[in-house]
């Protein structure tokens, strides 16, 4: 993965899109911490997993939804 402008000592904030899986924020937070940044917080607009803790603890940092959606069946809802 490759990381335009971060250096070391930066604070950076992750913005996302959708978190399902959360492979991608680790994987991002893991390359921030790689270039000597740290991450400080992950936004994100939406989220599929009910409990963002775990998803948390592997990033490495709070993840914030502002919206979390479930799936009752193939119905969404909203938490």
Do not use: H, Q
């Not at 993965?1 to 899109?17: A, C, Q």
């Not at 989220?47 to 799936?71: T, V, Y």
């Amino acid at each position: 993965m490759f990381l335009n402008g971060v250096r070391p000592g930066m604070r950076i904030l992750i913005v996302d899109d959708v978190v399902d899986t959360g492979g991608t924020l680790v994987a991002v937070a893991e390359a921030v911490r790689e270039s000597g940044g740290t991450v400080e917080e992950i936004i994100t607009a939406y989220s599929l997993p009910e409990d963002l803790s775990e998803l948390s603890a592997r990033a490495g940092a709070p993840i914030k939804s502002l919206l979390s959606i479930g799936l009752d069946g193939t119905k969404p809802f909203i938490r």
